[in-house]
């Protein structure tokens, strides 16, 4: 199991700058004559082929060509683009603010009939209040340097969130102790949105967990994920959102779900876990 999603879009773009430079090599050429037939610096090939350098289009294309592969840069060109797709950038993503991409995804919690989430340092969306959300959102909102629609944001955030009372949809949910105790929010917030958790944990399509801080670990803390039924992982980093639809990769995410639930405090103890986070808050 990989320690960080180094995802899809990663390998597929090493997979690329692999397959441009056996081309190379099975076309005699080094990386020097390459770049004599592309009109390049001699480094450019070697940048590309290294996978330091991303290529564009026309890069694919004069690269097949000098190999005499130029049948083949269709089929890159198109897996070079789908990793872009899988692989977005946040600011990218929120360049218009928050509320869109909040609005966009509507369609895919309204499909989805299972719903696996493990959260490892913020209350999962999905969850949050009117005033945690608020908090959360302002503070990216700064970091990213986006447009301020934080209300909208906030706003759009609980209406897409109403699918967790479907009571027709299943929801496996897990955070690591941790997440209780980050203050996103104020005080009178955090033990708002604390109290919440205990409301929808009891609700019958719920089923919350919550991975103790000195529990023996058989996974280590990975980064917040999305599971969307059978089709589709969302994973959330720093700096990017990743969404795998490989079956393979999503079958070693719902693994890693089903090894951290293990892990977890449920029922009483979990309760008993929030009412100790609450009651920190003095």
């Known amino acids: 199991m990989p320690s960080s999603p180094v995802s899809s879009a ?23 004559q390459l770049a004599a037939r592309c009109g390049w610096h001699k480094s450019k090939s070697s940048r590309i082929s290294r996978g330091v350098t991303l290529p564009s289009d026309a890069d ?17 060109i198109a897996a070079l683009r789908s990793a872009d797709a899988m692989y977005m950038q946040w600011r990218q993503i929120h360049r218009d603010g928050m509320r869109r991409v909040h609005e966009k995804t509507v369609p895919l919690y309204q499909r989805t009939r299972h ?33 301020d629609d934080v209300d909208q944001a906030v706003r759009a955030r609980l209406e897409r969130s109403r699918v967790i009372q479907n009571v027709t949809r299943r929801f496996a949910l897990l955070i690591e102790e941790s997440v209780l105790y980050y203050r996103v929010a104020d005080d009178a917030a955090m033990a708002s949105q604390l109290t919440h958790l205990l409301s929808v944990m009891a609700q019958p399509n719920v089923s919350f967990g919550i991975i103790p801080f000195g529990v023996r670990r058989s996974v280590w803390p990975l980064e ?14 720093l ?35 929030i009412t100790k986070a609450v009651n920190s808050l003095g």
């Open 224 to 237: 917040a994920f999305y599971a969307f039924d059978e089709d589709l992982v969302a994973v959330e980093t």
């Open 10 to 32: 990663q390998a597929t773009r090493a997979a690329i700058a692999a397959q441009l430079d056996a081309m190379k090599k099975d076309a005699g050429l080094t990386g020097d």
């Open 60 to 76: 694919i294309r004069a690269w097949c060509i000098a190999c005499g592969a130029e049948e083949q840069s269709a089929d890159l």
């Open 115 to 147: 719903f696996r989430v493990y959260a490892s340092n913020l209350v999962p969306g999905m969850l949050q209040t009117a005033e945690y959300a608020t908090g959360l959102l302002r503070s990216i909102t700064t970091f990213q340097g986006t447009p």
């Open 239 to 273: 700096t990017a959102e990743i969404n795998i639809s490989t079956p393979s990769e999503i079958g070693t995410y719902h693994r890693a779900f089903a090894e951290l639930a293990k892990l977890a405090d449920r029922g009483a103890a979990a309760r008993a876990c």
